[in-house]
């Protein structure tokens, strides 16, 4: 098995970031992740890591949705990054 780290950062409209941190912190995912962090950083932005056991970097994992688009500057990023060890 290999662990996978899948990254999802978004970039609130300006002055929502705390709103934007409430809606990461809530959304529920199809299963538990091994674990999940949340971070913020100015200004407004909110990244969320959860790691992953699975068979290989591309298996399909839960992830987060996009929040409206009203709440956000742009699309959301995201990255997968498999562990090395």
């Known amino acids: 098995m290999t662990v996978v780290a899948l990254m999802w950062e978004a970039r609130a409209v300006e002055g929502r970031g ?24 100015e200004p407004d932005r909110v990244l969320v890591i959860t790691w992953w056991e699975a068979a290989h970097a591309d298996a399909e994992l839960p992830e987060l949705p996009e929040p409206a688009a009203d709440a956000i500057t742009r699309p959301v990023h995201r990255w997968r990054f498999e562990s090395l060890g």
Do not use: G, H, K
């Open 18 to 41: 705390a709103e934007l941190l409430e809606w990461a912190r809530a959304q529920q995912l199809a299963r538990d992740p091994l674990r999940r962090e949340t971070f913020r950083a």
